[in-house]
């Protein structure tokens, strides 16, 4: 389909059509640019949905771009292919998705490509670089998803080609997209190596843990009170606990679970203290079942499938359901040192798990599990190192995420100042 905007084949001559009025022209851009209409700089195709019969899997034809779904990252995954076309976009384009999920972006770089409906192909015409057109888009796509509309949001043709875009020479567009880049390399190395530190937290945790009920991060302060590793008892969790394991009501009776009792299932357990559950039972409940009633400081482990390892200590008393083992409290051991005991043998469990698809341990597992118990009075200093830098480990993590939230802020602040020509890009 034919722009109704006259395209603009030279800056210095814009038809006074394409102009955007002083009204509504977004920000102020240098004297010599143009606010325009993006539909006098582009050729605008819709696509068009191709019967799946139409399609294959076998590579064969062009391929077919179906949705966003296909957007992965930079890249289009093509799934599928059409011999006969309903509507080619050419090499150079920025395919932008508008439909559903809208806003997706990509440089074609096949020699053609078919569109679904949901994806409209933008071509630039002469006074406009794909790549200058990609960085604009990019910067304005919150803008267009608030012109969505229907069930399924869906941006229209006006609302593309109607867009006001801050028109420069090609020489200066070549400046800003060459600034841009080399802005976001740096701006990418940046996060990247921010996001690692991010994303290894859970491991700087774990190993944390694991020194802790080594014994190994107490190691100066026994030295310091003339303690001996070989003051720890060597025993199993079944000789220093007592276990138990609760229980589910009948879900035929709806009354027993209009209780105050907390009823917590293993995908609750938060590795962590538990001061309430998402369900309750009642009285009659725990009387008509195997569920029972656990005393606060219980320490809590799941025993089946993807929550396997998870642990919970009861900030009060509490049923379970049978999927969650219980070590009743005991006067020898502090709960929050065996809580973080279990968690750091998580692994070993896994690795014991017997079953299906996924891992199941049991009691009789968990109670022949070697455990080593250090005097009261050091588990209460290893828990006490533990939590201070678990929450410095936290603390740093959630530090790290905000700084690259900021960056990606100073990234849109920065593009943009490109874009509206505040930095003075010149050739």
Same mark, same amino acid.
């Given at each position: 389909?034919?722009?109704?905007?006259?395209?603009?084949?030279?800056?210095?001559?814009?038809?006074?059509?394409?102009?955007?009025?002083?009204?509504?022209?977004?920000?102020?851009?240098?004297?010599?640019?143009?606010?325009?209409?993006?539909?006098?700089?582009?050729?605008?195709?819709?696509?068009?949905?191709? $019967? =799946?019969?139409?399609?294959?899997?076998?590579? /064969? !034809?062009?391929?077919? &771009?179906?949705? #966003?779904?296909?957007?992965?990252? *930079?890249?289009?995954?093509?799934?599928?292919?059409?011999?006969?076309?309903?509507?080619?976009?050419?090499?150079? $384009? =920025?395919?932008?998705?508008?439909?559903?999920? /809208? !806003?997706?972006?990509? &440089?074609?770089? #096949?020699?053609?490509?078919?569109? *679904?409906?949901?994806?409209?192909?933008?071509?630039?015409?002469?006074?406009?670089?794909?790549?200058?057109?990609?960085?604009?888009?990019?910067?304005?796509?919150?803008?267009?998803?608030?012109?969505? &509309?229907?069930?399924?949001?869906?941006?229209?043709?006006?609302?593309?080609?109607?867009?006001?875009?801050?028109?420069?020479?090609?020489?200066?567009?070549?400046?800003?997209?060459?600034?841009?880049?080399?802005?976001?390399?740096?701006?990418?190395?940046?996060?990247?190596?921010?996001?690692?530190?991010?994303?290894?937290?859970?491991?700087?945790?774990?190993?944390?843990?694991?020194?802790?009920?080594?014994?190994?991060?107490?190691?100066?302060?026994?030295?310091?009170?003339?303690?001996?590793?070989?003051?720890?008892?060597?025993?199993?969790?079944?000789?220093?606990?007592?276990?138990?394991?609760?229980?589910?009501?009948?879900?035929?009776?709806?009354?027993?679970?209009?209780?105050?009792?907390?009823?917590?299932?293993?995908?609750?357990?938060?590795?962590?203290?538990?001061?309430?559950?998402?369900?309750?039972?009642?009285?009659?409940?725990?009387?008509?079942?195997?569920?029972?009633?656990?005393?606060?400081?219980?320490?809590?482990?799941?025993?089946?499938?993807?929550?396997?390892?998870?642990?919970?200590?009861?900030?009060?008393?509490?049923?379970?359901?049978?999927?969650?083992?219980?070590?009743?409290?005991?006067?020898?051991?502090?709960?929050?040192?065996?809580?973080?005991?279990?968690?750091?043998?998580?692994?070993?469990?896994?690795?014991?798990?017997?079953?299906?698809?996924?891992?199941?341990?049991?009691?009789?597992?968990?109670?022949?599990?070697?455990?080593?118990?250090?005097?009261?009075?050091?588990?209460?200093?290893?828990?006490?190192?533990?939590?201070?830098?678990?929450?410095?480990?936290?603390?740093?993590?959630?530090?790290?995420?905000?700084?690259?939230?900021?960056?990606?802020?100073?990234?849109?602040?920065?593009?943009?100042?490109?874009?509206?020509?505040?930095?003075?890009?010149?050739?």
């Amino acid at each position: 389909m034919a722009n109704k905007l006259p395209l603009i084949t030279d800056i210095n001559d814009i038809p006074e059509q394409a102009l955007v009025p002083l009204g509504e022209q977004p920000y102020v851009i240098p004297e010599h640019w143009k606010w325009v209409r993006l539909g006098s700089l582009i050729t605008l195709i819709s696509g068009r949905d191709a $019967a =799946l019969t139409k399609c294959n899997d076998k590579g /064969i !034809g062009i391929p077919y &771009v179906m949705g #966003a779904s296909n957007f992965v990252g *930079s890249n289009l995954n093509i799934e599928r292919w059409i011999e006969a076309p309903e509507v080619v976009s050419p090499s150079g $384009a =920025l395919l932008l998705t508008v439909k559903g999920t /809208i !806003g997706k972006l990509h &440089v074609q770089e #096949a020699e053609k490509m078919n569109l *679904s409906r949901q994806v409209m192909a933008l071509v630039p015409g002469p006074c406009l670089t794909t790549e200058y057109l990609h960085f604009f888009m990019s910067a304005y796509i919150t803008q267009l998803e608030t012109a969505a &509309v229907g069930l399924i949001p869906g941006i229209s043709r006006a609302d593309v080609l109607s867009t006001p875009i801050p028109l420069s020479s090609l020489d200066e567009q070549s400046c800003i997209v060459e600034y841009i880049e080399q802005i976001n390399a740096k701006i990418d190395d940046v996060i990247q190596r921010l996001e690692h530190y991010v994303d290894e937290a859970p491991n700087r945790r774990a190993e944390l843990i694991r020194a802790g009920v080594n014994g190994i991060l107490t190691s100066d302060w026994r030295d310091e009170q003339g303690r001996s590793i070989d003051d720890w008892e060597s025993m199993t969790l079944g000789e220093a606990f007592k276990w138990s394991s609760g229980g589910t009501p009948s879900r035929k009776r709806p009354e027993y679970y209009e209780g105050t009792i907390p009823w917590i299932k293993s995908g609750e357990l938060p590795d962590g203290r538990i001061a309430d559950s998402e369900e309750h039972i009642s009285e009659d409940a725990v009387a008509s079942s195997s569920a029972k009633i656990f005393p606060q400081d219980s320490v809590l482990i799941a025993m089946y499938g993807a929550t396997i390892g998870k642990v919970g200590i009861l900030d009060a008393s509490a049923t379970t359901n049978q999927a969650i083992a219980c070590a009743l409290p005991s006067p020898d051991t502090i709960p929050d040192f065996l809580a973080l005991f279990l968690q750091a043998r998580k692994p070993d469990f896994i690795a014991l798990g017997k079953g299906g698809a996924q891992p199941n341990i049991s009691q009789t597992v968990i109670k022949a599990f070697p455990f080593r118990r250090p005097p009261l009075e050091e588990q209460e200093k290893i828990v006490k190192v533990i939590l201070s830098g678990l929450a410095k480990i936290d603390t740093s993590a959630e530090l790290t995420q905000r700084a690259i939230d900021d960056i990606e802020t100073l990234r849109e602040a920065t593009v943009l100042a490109a874009l509206s020509g505040r930095l003075g890009l010149r050739p």
